[in-house]
């Protein structure tokens, strides 16, 4: 599969494509370096996105998970830019319970695209897998314009 690595205000990200769509981002740099047409699109949208976050990917992503992940994933594309949502009202538009849906924002192989930072705890900002934890959560919110909770 092919990867493209690029710098960011979080540190390396690397892209990973799989038949025309991306499948995955994921924080460090790849080992392997293929600039596909797709990849280089999806690195330069990146980049303008880290300077002015504005829009939603205009790629196609084909995250690997099950139909209720997939489901959830569906739901973060729908957050506007500069808003939240709470893992509670993300179970009670997808089914399924708060933990649940947790569990299954953790496990987004696609972070920034599709915009698990966007879901915050009832009671904060709960966490983030990516290498700067809760840190970079407040770093792409704050960018985005959002309000935190407290």
């Not at 997808?94 to 849906?101: A, E």
């Amino acid at each position: 599969m092919p990867q493209l690595s690029l710098h960011s205000p979080l540190g390396p990200l690397t892209l990973t494509e799989e038949d025309g769509a991306i499948i995955s981002l994921d924080w460090g740099w790849g080992r392997d370096q293929t600039e596909t047409p797709l990849l280089c699109q999806a690195r330069d949208w990146l980049d303008a996105w880290f300077d002015t976050p504005k829009g939603q990917f205009p790629f196609a992503l084909a995250p690997f998970g099950t139909a209720y992940q997939k489901k959830v994933w569906d739901a973060l594309l729908r957050i506007p830019a500069s808003e939240t949502r709470t893992y509670a009202q993300i179970a009670a538009e997808v089914g399924g319970s708060p933990r649940s849906v947790g569990q299954a924002v953790g496990r987004n192989p696609v972070p920034i695209l599709i915009p698990c930072h966007r879901v915050v705890a009832a009671s904060g900002l709960g966490g983030y897998s990516g290498d700067g934890g809760v840190d970079d959560k407040v770093w792409l919110l704050e960018l985005e314009g959002a309000s935190l909770p407290r």
